[in-house]
């Protein structure tokens, strides 16, 4: 079955510098959500799209910004890199089911940041 | 969403059955107890998840308590490839696509 692509598996990138990640969810699922999480940390929650418009935001700081497209697939664009900004970004996404009061989120492998 | 507490640590001979406590004393009549884990920086994993009745499926089984302020993961026949960190969210029924809140979680390490 197919599952969550992110791209680029791997990223290393200069303070200051600007990175772009993307993330392709399960064919038909209308929900992405981005996560991070640094070293030794848990998983937190940054913005989450449905249908291409966002639906929750949580804590994502302002260099960063994000969009879903037409295709449903997502980019995270991150500016301004900080150290700090080292860590593992999930995508996952879920499919939105009428009536439904359960829904899987799906995860990718990630994406490892690492800035210098 | 309630908090959840959890161990910060468990062991569990490879083979036996691993259970993981969950307490979430401040669960509302219409938040469900979910389970995932998170296998070494992999993304994490959904495993199960209850209202307020137990539940089984091919990974787990999940036991509530009737007041529902605890709960129970249990893996019946633990292998080495289930070690992981394993999470218990307590989300709002019918929260649709609302995100995940991780807390601590527990790492299970199975031992041969």
């Known amino acids: 079955a197919a599952g969550v692509i992110q791209s680029p598996r791997h990223l290393i990138k200069e303070k200051r510098e600007t990175a772009t990640l993307k993330c392709y969810p399960i064919p038909r699922h209308d929900t992405v959500y981005w996560y991070q999480q640094g070293p030794g940390q848990d998983p937190q929650f940054l913005i989450s799209?449905?249908?291409?418009?966002?639906?929750d935001k949580g804590s994502i700081p302002d260099r960063f910004s994000a969009q879903q497209f037409s295709d449903y697939h997502s980019e995270l664009n991150m500016s301004s890199l900080e150290l700090g900004d080292s860590a593992l970004y999930f995508c996952?996404?879920?499919?939105?089911?009428?009536?439904?009061?359960?829904?899987?989120?799906?995860f990718g492998p990630g994406t490892r940041l690492t800035v210098l | 969403d309630a908090k959840t507490t959890q161990p910060p640590s468990m062991d569990c001979a490879e083979g036996r059955a691993a259970n993981l406590p969950c307490n979430h004393s401040?669960?509302?009549?219409?938040?469900?107890v979910y389970w995932y884990r998170q296998i070494h920086s992999q993304g994490p994993q959904y495993i199960i998840h209850g209202l307020k009745n137990n539940e089984t499926n091919e990974m787990a089984s999940l036991i509530i308590t009737e007041d529902r302020k605890s709960s129970t993961l249990i893996l019946p026949h633990a292998t080495l490839r289930d070690t992981a960190v394993y999470y218990c969210?307590?989300?709002?029924?019918?929260?649709?696509?609302?995100?995940?809140?991780f807390g601590k979680g527990t790492r299970l390490s199975v031992i041969a």
């Open positions: 401040t669960i509302s009549g219409n938040e469900y």
């Open positions: 799209f449905y249908e291409k418009m966002q639906s």
């Open positions: 996952a996404s879920s499919l939105l089911t009428s009536g439904n009061s359960y829904n899987e989120q799906f």
């Open positions: 969210i307590v989300r709002v029924g019918r929260s649709g696509n609302t995100p995940l809140v």
